[in-house]
């Protein structure tokens, strides 16, 4: 397993190809620490943050916005539109195009939505999802299903998705998604495996997913990671974050 500082910085191969990094994190609202949250962000160097329990009410586009520029970030999409997921980005990335989907209401339960991208690195071109999906058993498989349709209607030739899928890898939503797509920390595992609790890591129900094109150099989470000190991540949310370095192939 490659060690805490070795995970591969963001950078354009000599073939076109692209290594970006993902970060995809529960910021519960923004209801907690969030300079310590900005830190570790920052720290993490993303090119791409998927984002779940972001800001989707009063005021909520100017608090999205104020993390962004904290963390060296710009909003992508999503937020109040996408009922939680949001997506950030790095200048790094070209935008094609973005779209917030509103997922089916279960009478009783919480909205639940997607935020979607398309964009490119140079000649590598991606489509990005984040998601939280419900607390019930039910709804969230559902919901998993929904995820793959909305990825493969992103029409990008490679896509990542990521977020708080309120389920370990041997439920039945996890394993819809699993079943078509690399779940990046079972492929190639780096860094700490459980993302809740920050104070008492004992399960991994956070997780960055890509279809089989794209190279998995590592993926887990960043606890001990230079600049991500133990504790910003106890005060930054009641999540654990994600991160991946991919490797992107050119497109034709």
Not at 106 to 125: D, E, I, N, Q, S
Request: charged share 25%.
């Amino acid at each position: 397993m490659p060690s805490l500082d070795n995970l591969p910085d963001s950078r354009t191969e000599p073939d076109g190809s692209a290594v970006v990094r993902v970060l995809s994190y529960n910021i519960r609202s923004l209801r907690d620490d969030t300079d310590a949250l900005a830190r570790v962000i920052t720290a993490c160097a993303p090119d791409l943050v998927l984002l779940q329990e972001a800001p989707r009410f009063f005021r909520w586009r100017k608090k999205l916005a104020r993390l962004a520029a904290a963390s060296g970030q710009v909003i992508l999409s999503g937020g109040g539109t996408a009922a939680g997921p949001a997506l950030l980005c790095s200048l790094r990335a070209t935008v094609e195009r973005t779209e917030d989907v509103l997922l089916p209401l279960t009478p009783g339960l919480h909205r639940r939505g997607l935020a979607t991208a398309v964009v490119r690195f140079g000649k590598a071109r991606v489509g990005v999802l984040s998601c939280h999906l419900s607390l019930q058993k039910d709804e969230r498989y559902e919901q998993g299903g929904l995820l793959l349709d909305r990825l493969a209607g992103l029409g990008a030739p490679h896509v990542i998705a990521g977020g708080d899928l309120n389920e370990r890898p041997d439920g039945p939503a996890f394993r819809r998604i699993a079943k078509d797509l690399q779940d990046c920390w079972a492929t190639a595992p780096w860094g700490g495996e459980h993302t809740s609790t920050p104070a008492d890591p004992h399960q991994r129900i956070d997780a960055i997913f890509a279809t089989p094109g794209v190279e998995v150099l590592g993926c887990g989470v960043p606890r001990g990671l230079p600049g991500v000190t133990e504790g910003d991540l106890r005060a930054a949310t009641d999540h654990l974050p994600v991160l991946a370095a991919l490797r992107i192939p050119a497109g034709a």
